[in-house]
Every structure is written in structure tokens, then in C-alpha cells.
């Protein structure tokens, strides 16, 4: 806070964050009185958080005129963003104590889960870039999220879906499907769920059928309507490389879903209905439409400049920026630690099996979403996925590796000590001005306003990240080990 700088953007507030800065200068007024657009509404929490804390705790000191002006002030608010995240964070760290308690982790893998968790890009620079941003609070939900999960909690699940409704948007419905498939409450009998020959050939017909739902979107998208989107600055496509991008996408579906896909329990509809919590079902349903309602009266006559479908074309568009751009993306922004995702995914989703049908739903629903290199998207899950891999990683793995050479890589990818604000930054709402430094600076750490130039170098460092921690790390003896 005392010494990484700030985007020099919007007064230090940046794009969204504008909004952001303006409802906690004077929730009341921006909110109630002058409405918000419905998607805004949903992220409106850690403002009105920010404006009635700080309210909260200058009251002994400024009366409430003082108290709206220091408010109005960008350092003083920037300040107060900035403590909010702070505490959110230490919570974080809390709430990651107590997820490695409940699995038992050793101090070492303690460690080593930290960093991964912690020392990023997106915790460790962005943050503080942009203190203002949302992201912060979701990062801390999505632990909460994970850990009331693992301790059968449903009440804790039930709050944050409350609390997530107004934090981000798909929140609510992540912590609703694990509410209402929860973790198993007894442990698999030996030998349970082992894969079979014919499940694993059923596991290959459904990754292949996928590929071929993908290819069917691409092609109803098809190059005008990329083209469309390209035009009006919502993604970046490079068009010479289109198939190959495409391709890659198919390889990223099928490679991914193929071991989700092989569990029975997924293709077992009796074992999902007596799995399913049926009185959560209902309650998770009014928290759903009830937040609806709020976003409706709340939104009032500002109309909405984001749906569902935009949503769902951005994530397969932006997919298409380049070649692999979603990898690139998702390393740049959370560190080393997704290649270490990728190289145990086998494991990784032979470990999730005690977690029941919720959990690989979850699982898989979020491999889909990784697809959109905006890598922000993911902030609410990444923790789980993470966490699982530190369960994965056995002792031998660990002690290959010094947490203090992996602090080093970690402290490398999170750009910490890189400056941004080399020269006035003076966007003028086009994708080329983005594309070009000083902006390039912040925005090729986000897969979507990644310019060419920057996805080839920084591609090049992640390959070569994957190429070492392959030789060094993953032989083939430990590929398929996972600890228990």
C-alpha cells in the first residue's frame, strides 16, 4: 500500500472502478436515488461496505459533512479501498489456515499452498493497482465458499450465495450447486468409482461430443459476427491465426473434460437425485429470484448493456484472441502454479472423487469458463482448484523443490516489481491505444487485451516455465500420484 503504484486512470480509479469510487462516495444517492445498471448492481456490496465503514470509524473523529468529504477525496478513498482489501486478505490467509487443518496439511505444504495462493499477480500487484476493483472480496468469498463445502456447512454456503449476490455475478449460483450437492458425509468404500474400460471410452465419446458443441458454437458464430465484436472493441481476434486458435480450444475441451468425464456417478441419475439436498434447492431458488428482484428495484430505469448471450459469445470469442491465449492468460495472471494444474490434472480429478457429484460438476463447469482469457473471471474458484492441487502434490514433489526457489518464480510471474506507469497513460476508449504501451503495461496481463507482441513473449516465458518444471518436477513415476 505504501510503495506499488496506482493506475493512473480515472483519478487513480481506473475504468469500472469509477463506478465503483462513486458509490462510496455517496451510496445512498448513486444507488437508491439514482440507480445503477442492473449488471453494476450486482457488485455494488464492497462499496457499500467501504462508504458505511469508514463513516463507521471517522464518526468519533468528523462530523457527517467532514466524513462526505473525506470521501470525495481520490487519495483518501484509495486509502480506504485499500485497508478494506487489506483486512479481506488477512481473512483470506485465516481462511486458508483453516481449509489446511481440515485436510491436514503438513507445515510444508502449508507453505507451499500459500504462495500459491498469495503470491500472484493478481493478488500481489493488481490488487493494489486497483484497489477499487471487486476482486478482493471474491477472492475471500470463494475460500469461504470452499471451506463451508469441506466442513458440511450448509449455513455458511447459504450466506455467501446471499452475500455473493451482490459481489459477483456468478457467485450465487457456484455456492448453490455445491449447497445443493454437497460432500459425501461417508467415505468411499475401497476400490469405489474405479475407472473401467467401458467408462473410459464413454468419457472419450462425451469429451469428443463436446469438441463437437464447441465447433457447432464457432460455427454459428462465424466471422461476422467475430468480426462485429472485433469492430466494436470487445475482443481482440487475430484472424490469420483464427483456425488454429479454434483448434486449440478443441484440444483445451476434450483434454480437460475427458478425465472429468470419468466418474459413474455422473451418468447415475438415482445417485444424483438422492444426492441432491432438495429443501436447499428451494432455498437457494429464493435467494436467486429474491437478488433478482433487489438487482430489478435497485437497476430501476437503467437499462442493461450486458446479457446472458453476451456473456456466453464474449467467452467463446475472447477464446479465439490467440492460439492458447486462455493458458497464457491464466499463468501470467495467477503464476506457475496453473502449469503445475495442468500437468497433474489426471490426479487432480482422481483426488476429487471423495468430494462427491457437486464437486465435479463444479469441476467442470469452471474448466468451460477458463476458456475466456479474462482471467478475473475465475477469482471466486481458483482458491478450490488450487487447494486440491496442494493435496495432490506428494511429500517427494515437495521436497524437490525449495519454497524458497518457488517464492523466487512466483515473485517473477507477479510482476511486483515491474512498473506500469512508465509515461502518461491517456486511453480514448479504442482497442489500439490498449494495444500500445504505456497501457500495454497493465493490459497484457489480461488474455483479451494481450497485444501480439506481448502473447509471443510472454508465451514464451510460460513455455519455457512449463519445459523446466516438467524436467525437474514431474517425472514419470509422479504424473500419476496423487496423496491422500
Known amino acids: 500500500m505504501r510503495w506499488q503504484e496506482t493506475l493512473p486512470v480515472g483519478d487513480g480509479f481506473g475504468w469500472d472502478g469509477v463506478n465503483y469510487a462513486a458509490w462510496a462516495k455517496d451510496f445512498n444517492k448513486c444507488v437508491f436515488v439514482d440507480h445503477v445498471e442492473d449488471f453494476y448492481v450486482q457488485r455494488v456490496l464492497?462499496?457499500?461496505?467501504?462508504?458505511?465503514?469508514?463513516?463507521?470509524?471517522?464518526?468519533p473523529f468528523y462530523s457527517h459533512d467532514q466524513s462526505f468529504r473525506f470521501l470525495n477525496e481520490s487519495k483518501n478513498l484509495l486509502l480506504a479501498f485499500g485497508i478494506y482489501n487489506l483486512v479481506l486478505l488477512l481473512l483470506a490467509v485465516y481462511v486458508w489456515g483453516l481449509i489446511a487443518d481440515h485436510l491436514e496439511f503438513s507445515e510444508r505444504r502449508k507453505w507451499f499452498g500459500f504462495c500459491f495462493l498469495f503470491v500472484n499477480y493478481a493478488?500481489?500487484?493488481?490488487?493494489?493497482?486497483?484497489?477499487?476493483?471487486?476482486?478482493?472480496?471474491?477472492f475471500l468469498l470463494g475460500l469461504l465458499m470452499f471451506y463451508f463445502f469441506l466442513a458440511g456447512k450448509p449455513m455458511g454456503l447459504f450466506a455467501v450465495m446471499i452475500v455473493g449476490s451482490f459481489t459477483w455475478p456468478t457467485l450465487p449460483f457456484t455456492a448453490w450447486l455445491l449447497l445443493v450437492l454437497p460432500r459425501p458425509s461417508e467415505p468411499l468404500p475401497e476400490g469405489a468409482?474405479?475407472?473401467?474400460?467401458?467408462?473410459?471410452?464413454?468419457?472419450?465419446?462425451?469429451?469428443?461430443?463436446?469438441?463437437?458443441?464447441?465447433?457447432?458454437i464457432y460455427a454459428y458464430l462465424s466471422r461476422d459476427i467475430l468480426r462485429g465484436w472485433t469492430q466494436a472493441g470487445m475482443v481482440r481476434i487475430n484472424f490469420g491465426l483464427l483456425y488454429s486458435s479454434m483448434a486449440a480450444v478443441l484440444v483445451y475441451i476434450f483434454w480437460g473434460f475427458r478425465p472429468v468425464f470419468v466418474d459413474k456417478r455422473l451418468f447415475d441419475v438415482r445417485h444424483i437425485l438422492g444426492e441432491i439436498r432438495w429443501r436447499w434447492v428451494a432455498a437457494g431458488a429464493l435467494v436467486i429470484l429474491g437478488s433478482r428482484l433487489v438487482v430489478h428495484q435497485l437497476a430501476g430505469p437503467v437499462p442493461s448493456q450486458w446479457t446472458f448471450k453476451d456473456f456466453l459469445i464474449y467467452i467463446f470469442a475472447s477464446a479465439l484472441t490467440e492460439p492458447f491465449i486462455f493458458v497464457v492468460g491464466h499463468v501470467v495472471y495467477y503464476g506457475?502454479?496453473?502449469?503445475?494444474?495442468m500437468m497433474f490434472w489426471k490426479p487432480f480429478c482422481e483426488t476429487i472423487k471423495p468430494y462427491g457429484v457437486g464437486f465435479r460438476l463444479f469441476v467442470a463447469m469452471n474448466l468451460l469458463l477458463s476458456l475466456c482469457p479474462q482471467s478475473r473471471y475465475?477469482?471466486?474458484?481458483?482458491?478450490?482448484?488450487?487447494i486440491i492441487l496442494v493435496k495432490v502434490l506428494d511429500e517427494e514433489w515437495l521436497s524437490r523443490w525449495s519454497l524458497s526457489t518457488w517464492l523466487l518464480l512466483s515473485l517473477f510471474y507477479?510482476?511486483?516489481?515491474?512498473?506500469?506507469?512508465?509515461?502518461?497513460?491517456?486511453?480514448?476508449?479504442?482497442?489500439?491505444?490498449?494495444?500500445?504501451?504505456?497501457?500495454?503495461?497493465?493490459?497484457?496481463?489480461?488474455?483479451?487485451?494481450?497485444?501480439?507482441?506481448?502473447?509471443?513473449?510472454?508465451?514464451?516465458?510460460?513455455?519455457?516455465?512449463g519445459a523446466v518444471l516438467f524436467s525437474l518436477g514431474v517425472s514419470g513415476k509422479m504424473r500419476g500420484r496423487a496423496a491422500h
Not at 123 to 138: C, E, G, S
Not at 336 to 341: A, D, E, G, Y
Open 378 to 386: 475465475q477469482v471466486p474458484v481458483v482458491g478450490a482448484f488450487v
Open 193 to 216: 468409482l474405479q475407472s473401467t474400460p467401458g467408462l473410459r471410452r464413454f468419457a472419450l465419446f462425451l469429451s469428443l461430443f463436446g469438441c463437437a458443441l464447441v465447433a457447432g
Open 123 to 138: 493478488t500481489l500487484k493488481l490488487n493494489f493497482y486497483t484497489p477499487v476493483a471487486t476482486d478482493t472480496t471474491a
Open 336 to 341: 506457475p502454479v496453473i502449469l503445475l494444474l
Open 46 to 59: 464492497p462499496s457499500a461496505i467501504v462508504h458505511y465503514g469508514t463513516r463507521a470509524v471517522l464518526w
Open 414 to 465: 507477479s510482476k511486483v516489481w515491474y512498473t506500469f506507469n512508465t509515461s502518461p497513460m491517456n486511453p480514448d476508449g479504442t482497442m489500439a491505444v490498449f494495444q500500445t504501451f504505456p497501457l500495454q503495461h497493465f493490459f497484457m496481463n489480461s488474455g483479451p487485451w494481450m497485444s501480439h507482441s506481448m502473447y509471443l513473449v510472454q508465451g514464451s516465458v510460460v513455455l519455457v516455465t
